[in-house]
Nanobody, 127 residues
Framework: QVQLVESGGGLVQAGDSLRLACAASGRTLRLYAMAWFRQGPGTQRAFVGAITWSTRSTYYADSVKGRFTCSRDNANNTVYLQMNSLEAEDTAVYLC????????????????????WGQGTQVTVSS
């Protein structure tokens, strides 16, 4: 099993930056990829960005491309989401997800691709 704990959420103003962290524990030795999803008020959960564990390849949703960056710290089993130029539309609960099995079709971007999930951290952007 893999346990994920997110941190770093909060209330910020439009244009500000925020960095989220997701600490992984448990069976992290063969993690394949980790991702961030978000769920805003009254909306479905949506893919934000992902990073592969070994190659550090990344992929982002169009809505955050150029503003958000995924990175990882293998030594601490932690993945980060650096969010710049935040907009009110970025307000959501941000959830971290992990996948252990290899994925042969690029970088996984859908909910069923990931078997482990954190509880989420709230990000609120005031305009």
């Amino acid at each position: 099993q893999v346990q994920l704990v997110e941190s770093g959420g909060g209330l910020v103003q439009a244009g500000d930056s925020l960095r989220l962290a997701c600490a992984a524990s448990g069976r992290t030795l063969r993690l394949y990829a980790m991702a961030w999803f978000r769920q805003g008020p009254g909306t479905q959960r949506a893919f934000v960005g992902a990073i592969t564990w070994s190659t550090r390849s990344t992929y982002y949703a169009d809505s955050v491309k150029g503003r958000f960056t995924c990175s990882r710290d293998n030594a601490n089993n932690t993945v980060y989401l650096q969010m710049n130029s935040l907009e009110a539309e970025d307000t959501a609960v941000y959830l971290c997800a992990a996948r252990r099995d290899p994925f042969y079709y690029g970088i996984p971007t859908t909910e069923p691709d990931y078997g482990y999930w954190g509880q989420g951290t709230q990000v609120t952007v005031s305009s």
